[in-house]
């Protein structure tokens, strides 16, 4: 998210600094998740219901959503808004607000790319949510059709169409009951998006100042005066506070509160090389809550959220998980591979208490924010790049920001 506003900024004639706390860029959640652009899959995770998944996850270490008791007492707050929002007219609500942001959002980045010259294994063929239950079809089907209104192109398939649509399902063709292909999705590596455009940025005269942590805003009479860093004080008239699942602390340091909380998820990596049965598309197995996305020549699985506080140590049954999602979906590969080889990762999505990001400036004049995008953060980086830019440059944004303001 940083990356992307600084590039929006640059666009509109801004000259920008971005802090990394790390040693290089990218290397929190932006590294190894999923991959995919999917405005199709816009819905926030507390949808009607979640507080029974929540609940029952309590007790079963493979549930795909999962609330640790440890995480319990830094949830009360947020958890409430986050119970609250899961009411059906405002999940619908934000899920059209985050499809909007997602569309514009993966155009941008296909503009971004080309004008560029990215390369970051992209690939625009599309995504597609295969079901294993007619039951469970139902609902998602429902708002797809919604989203279609709002302009989503999608096809509903049988499951001979889903194999047409990727052949290596042919192998559970008999398990599937249908599927929901998204043409317009698309995949990429985000890690190595960020380092490529860390490097047009640098080239263009940002700076970009590695292992600098902002460790507090400078905040004179309302009005924001620059940032703290190890290195001592930058002064700046206008910040940006656009890290991921960390923001709410740099937040408190001036008083304001930002209801977000890291949702932990899990990626497997596979190097496919000397493999030649490779999926075509990403898929979404909607009844393990995970992907199998291919990237080059890698296949990551990615999914799971876990509530389990700012840990990010890797539990073995989580990414079991994953290489059991495998073998349920592409049995042949699973056997084909080392998964004493797979790279295993975990990261900490900045989980909002309504699904949406929060986008736009704070009460602090000069402070702005771009952050909590949960599980659509890649989705939606360059859209709330671009529009974060245009709100600070008084220019009149594509998409409508008024859902995604920092003080609903
Ligand atoms: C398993 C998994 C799968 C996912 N799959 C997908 C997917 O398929 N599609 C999708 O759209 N999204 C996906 N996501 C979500 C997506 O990865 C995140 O929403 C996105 O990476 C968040 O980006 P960010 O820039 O807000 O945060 P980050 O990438 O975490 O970046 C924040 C940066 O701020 C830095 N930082 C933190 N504190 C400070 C400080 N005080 N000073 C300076 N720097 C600081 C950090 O070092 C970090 O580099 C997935 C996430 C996970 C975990």
Redesign the pocket.
């Known amino acids: 998210?940083?990356l992307a506003t600084a590039q929006a900024l640059l666009d509109r004639g801004e000259a920008v600094t971005v802090?990394?706390?790390?040693e290089g860029?990218?290397?929190?959640?932006?590294y190894?998740?999923?991959?995919?652009?999917?405005p199709s899959m816009a819905d926030p995770w507390n949808g009607p219901g979640v507080h029974r998944h929540l609940a029952a996850s309590l007790f079963n270490p493979r549930s795909p959503m999962k609330l640790r008791l440890r995480a319990l007492p830094s949830l009360t707050t947020w958890g409430i808004r986050f119970l609250r929002n899961s009411a059906r007219d405002r999940h619908l609500a934000a899920t059209e607000a985050n499809f909007l942001l997602g569309n514009y959002s993966v155009e941008l980045t296909r503009q971004l790319r080309d004008r560029l010259g990215l390369e970051y294994d992209a690939a625009d063929r599309g995504t597609m949510k295969v079901f294993r239950d007619p039951g469970a079809m139902r609902e998602p089907l429902a708002l797809t059709r919604h989203l279609a209104t709002l302009g989503l192109k999608f096809q509903e398939l049988d499951p001979d169409g889903a194999v047409a649509e990727e052949p290596m399902l042919e192998d559970v063709r008999d398990q599937i009951v249908g599927a929901l292909r998204f043409p317009d999705d698309a995949v990429g590596d985000?890690a190595r998006f960020c380092t490529a455009l860390s490097g047009r940025l640098a080239a263009a005269g940002t700076v970009i100042r590695l292992s600098?942590?902002?460790?507090q805003l400078v905040v004179e009479r309302g009005t924001v005066r620059g940032v703290v860093t190890d290195d001592g004080e930058m002064l700046s008239g206008r910040v940006v506070v656009?890290?991921?699942?960390?923001s709410p602390a740099?937040l408190r340091s001036v008083g304001l509160s930002l209801p977000v909380k890291p949702a932990k998820?899990?990626?497997l990596t596979l190097d496919m090389a000397g493999i030649s049965d490779r999926p075509r598309i990403p898929v979404v197995d909607d009844a393990m809550h995970a992907?199998v996305a291919p990237m080059g020549d890698r296949l990551r699985i990615?999914?799971t959220a876990e509530f389990a506080g700012f840990d990010s140590t890797v539990t073995r049954t989580r990414i079991d998980n994953l290489a059991v999602l495998l073998r349920a979906i592409y049995p042949r590969i699973a056997a084909a591979v080392d998964f004493g080889k797979a790279t295993a990762w975990t990261?900490?999505?900045?989980m909002s208490c309504d699904g949406k990001p929060f986008i736009g400036p704070t009460p602090v004049q000069g402070l702005y924010v771009n952050?909590g995008?949960?599980?659509?953060?890649?989705?939606?980086?360059v859209g709330s790049g671009q529009l974060l830019a245009d709100l600070m440059t008084g220019h009149t944004p594509a998409v409508d920001p008024s859902a995604f303001r920092v003080d609903r």
């Open positions: 998210m940083g802090l990394e706390a790390r860029v990218a290397l929190e959640t932006s190894g998740n999923a991959g995919m652009m999917t985000s600098t942590r902002a460790r656009a890290s991921g699942a960390w740099l998820g899990y990626s992907a990615g999914g990261g900490l999505r900045p952050a995008h949960g599980h659509l953060g890649w989705t939606h980086a």
